[in-house]
């Protein structure tokens, strides 16, 4: 029974099992709009979770991908560096031994029998 109508309100013929269907109807309603608003209140609260599990998932997975892109060297790669390194080191000591050989021209230019070149001396 619908109570839609404003005369049947206050018909007097409203009896006390009517008001106590309509009490219990009202209650339900509030009970079924609670239990809605709960289901709601979890489902937003779980959209959030699941968001942060997203979020930090995606920073762990965003920190060790840096880690992943290194990997050990392999034996004909290390072979080549090893080869480079070496030939680096050879043409260093090349440079050492004809800087350390004009050095000692030069030195030798200014040297005499008699010790320094006088020129030299008189600079002081």
Known sequence: ???SDRSLLNNQS???TTVEVLQRFVGAISSLILSC???LLIMVVNQKLAANRAAKQEEYENSHKLSAQFR???PDEINFLDSVALK???EEQVVKKNDEEQLKDFRAAFETP???NCDSLNER
């Open 1 to 3: 029974m619908l109570v």
């Open 72 to 74: 050990s060297l392999d």
């Open 37 to 39: 608003a709960s289901l």
């Open 14 to 16: 409203l009896t006390c």
């Open 88 to 90: 680096k080191f050879h």
């Open 114 to 116: 008699y010790g320094r």
